[in-house]
């Protein structure tokens, strides 16, 4: 069992080129969503989703785009990517949308440098 | 949100046991506590969770005071391994946000 796949585990972009950061899950969990956490800061979320087609924004979405068209797969797209964005970005998944007490799966990570 | 406070961090030495603290006074009454902790380089993962009951499991214990204004995680004997932030975060399900706040957490140093 694998769990939650992020791809890649390090990336160095230059300011402006886009990409797609890569989560897959294969624990048929519908709610997927994508954090970031910067130096001396907790996990903050970015986008997340309750299903196959549903997306919706967390509270550090700007610069980021999402879909989710299977429930395995949730990728994270940055059109242009900024020093800013340089962090690290976790994806998590979690079963039962409408469960209230269950734990929640945690990629690696993928530690993204923006030149 | 309802908000957690934690220490900044703690040490601890190896074999000990370990009460790490959290306050959440404003809790609501269908707020679950859930811990979780993140070793170095790594994501977070589920430690515990209890909503009025203490709970136990193969990693940890969660004590939860009456009131449910504050708990603690207790690990039994600390191990090195155990070096880690640990987040103590109430489960927000207001709404259509599922999300879970995650603060700075607690530094964890367990000494050899």
């Known amino acids: 069992n694998a769990g939650v796949t992020q791809t890649p585990k390090f990336q160095v972009l230059k300011t402006g080129q886009s990409m797609t950061l890569q989560c897959a899950q294969d624990m048929n969990h519908e709610y997927m969503s994508w954090y970031r956490q910067d130096p001396g800061m907790g996990l903050r979320l970015i986008h997340y989703s309750v299903g196959a087609g549903i997306t919706d924004q967390g509270e550090v979405p700007n610069g980021y785009n999402v879909s989710r068209s299977t429930t395995e797969d949730f990728p994270l797209r940055l059109l242009s990517a900024a020093p800013s964005q340089t962090s690290v970005y976790f994806c998590?998944?979690?079963?039962?949308?409408?469960?209230?007490?269950?734990?929640?799966?945690f990629g690696q990570g993928t530690r993204l440098t923006v030149v | 949100d309802a908000k957690t406070t934690q220490p900044n961090s703690m040490e601890s030495n190896e074999e000990e046991p370990v009460h790490l603290p959290c306050n959440h006074s404003?809790?609501?009454?269908?707020?679950?506590i859930h811990w979780y902790r993140q070793l170095p380089s790594q994501g977070p993962e589920y430690v515990i969770h209890?909503?009025?009951s203490n709970v136990n499991n193969r990693m940890a214990s969660l004590a939860i005071a009456e009131d449910r204004k504050s708990s603690t995680l207790i690990l039994h004997r600390a191990t090195l391994r155990d070096a880690a932030v640990y987040y103590c975060i109430l489960r927000d399900v207001g709404g259509s946000n599922y999300k879970l706040t995650f603060g700075k957490g607690t530094l964890l140093t367990v000494n050899p």
């Open positions: 404003t809790i609501s009454g269908t707020d679950y």
């Open positions: 209890g909503l009025t």
């Open positions: 998590a998944s979690r079963g039962s949308f409408l469960g209230r007490n269950t734990e929640a799966f």
